[in-house]
């Protein structure tokens, strides 16, 4: 059966229909991007407008895409948290209408669990449940345990700021967006392309956050006042022109990634080793498995630490494609997939007022407390 998947929690409008087996019969995503860097972030009147005016184009092109029939759906699939309030409701009130127009039951998705299920979709006949999964994005930095929609076991989470957002804001203050290249790229990604480029890698070295405590949490905000400390230091002595990028950009770049990897890996390796001890054992007869997803796990060079991490405790490593790590609607309609088949029982099109969203107006709050 085919399941139609709304996401509006932040900046992208994605609607995408997937099928019981994984296959994507349209994928169609609206990136808000080009608009917000004009104004140095999102401003959520506006994203709402923006997700208004595209909504309902961005359907009509997913079922000619597909070249399917709303009577053929299963059911609906719409985020309705965490994200941005203003953002979900555009998708939650168009699923409604769609639900009740079609008469199609609808499935209320969390953002970070659809994050956590993706690779699945991929992967689904070698990954099973229970597997750790490794949630790093614009908003969040997560670990926790994932044995099924609806059935997560957060390990830790970050005390501050999420990874994403911390290349986000550091790219912002480094002003890699005056180069004509990363004009349109989010931070993450012009950092680790800008990074390829260091001639002296180890020009600068940022202390490992958390270095001394023994849990799963995870703090980037240390490395982001040591990296504006940093940047304004290197201004200065350059006397770089206010609009202007310090020359040794890239070593930068290449230093605040492995700070950041670094710190992923170090917590990362405390969970492997949390979950495998004889006594907890927490992949019980599944094999042990590592997944990494969100935004930040397009990052290759952060995916091949880990990855090189799993391997050293006989640890499985999956990543979504590169297409479905950030956000879209691919994978808010599997984990409509994943709710049917686990029987999780949809809202009837004569109840789509009862499901709300529960958004959250910073990006700090955690997610999967349900
Ligand atoms: P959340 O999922 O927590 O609600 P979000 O939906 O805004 O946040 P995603 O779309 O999952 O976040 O991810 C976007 C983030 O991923 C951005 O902060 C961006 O900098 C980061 N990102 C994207 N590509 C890369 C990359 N190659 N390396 C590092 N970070 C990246
Ligand atoms: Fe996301």
Not at 41 to 50: F, T
Not at 197 to 213: G, H, T, V
Request: aromatic share 8%.
């Amino acid at each position: 059966s085919y399941v139609l998947g709304i996401e509006t929690s932040c900046d992208d409008t994605g609607i995408a229909i997937v099928d019981t087996a994984g296959k994507v019969h349209a994928n169609v995503l609206e990136s808000q991007q080009e608009f917000h860097t004009r104004y140095g972030g999102i401003i959520p009147p506006r994203a709402q407008d923006l997700h208004r005016a595209r909504i309902a184009d961005a359907f009509e092109r997913c079922l000619a895409e597909s070249q399917l029939q709303p009577e053929q759906l299963a059911a609906i699939a719409v985020t309705t948290r965490p994200g941005l309030p203003l953002s979900l409701v555009v998708g939650l009130r168009y699923a409604r209408h769609l639900a009740r127009r079609h008469q199609k039951p609808l499935l209320a998705v969390h953002h970070m669990e659809a994050h956590a299920l993706q690779a699945r979709m991929e992967h689904i006949e070698d990954l099973q449940y229970p597997y750790l999964c490794l949630l790093i994005s614009g908003g969040h930095s997560q670990l926790a345990m994932v044995y099924g929609p609806g059935r997560l076991t957060l390990l830790g989470e970050t005390l501050d700021d999420a990874p994403g957002e911390a290349f986000d804001k550091i790219a912002r203050r480094l002003r890699l967006y005056v180069l004509p290249q990363y004009r349109l790229w989010n931070g993450g990604r012009a950092v680790e392309h800008a990074a390829q480029f260091a001639r002296n890698p180890d020009a600068y070295e940022f202390p490992l956050p958390l270095a001394r405590q023994r849990n799963c949490n995870f703090s980037f905000a240390g490395i982001k006042n040591n990296a504006f400390r940093a940047i304004r230091h290197q201004e200065r002595n350059e006397r770089t022109p206010v609009d202007g990028i310090i020359s040794n950009y890239s070593d930068f770049c290449a230093g605040l990634l492995r700070a950041v990897s670094r710190h992923l890996m170090h917590r990362t390796q405390r969970a492997l080793e949390f979950c495998l001890q004889p006594e907890m054992n927490l992949f019980g007869q599944a094999p042990p498995t590592l997944v990494v997803s969100g935004g930040v796990a397009n990052n290759d060079v952060i995916f091949a630490n880990l990855e090189h991490l799993a391997k050293q405790y006989n640890c499985r490593c999956f990543r979504p494609s590169k297409r479905y790590c950030s956000d879209n609607g691919v994978m808010i309609a599997w984990h409509g997939i994943e709710q049917l088949q686990h029987g999780i029982k949809p809202v009837s099109s004569h109840d789509v007022d009862n499901i709300q969203v529960e958004g959250s107006a910073g990006f700090h709050e955690s997610a999967m407390e349900r």
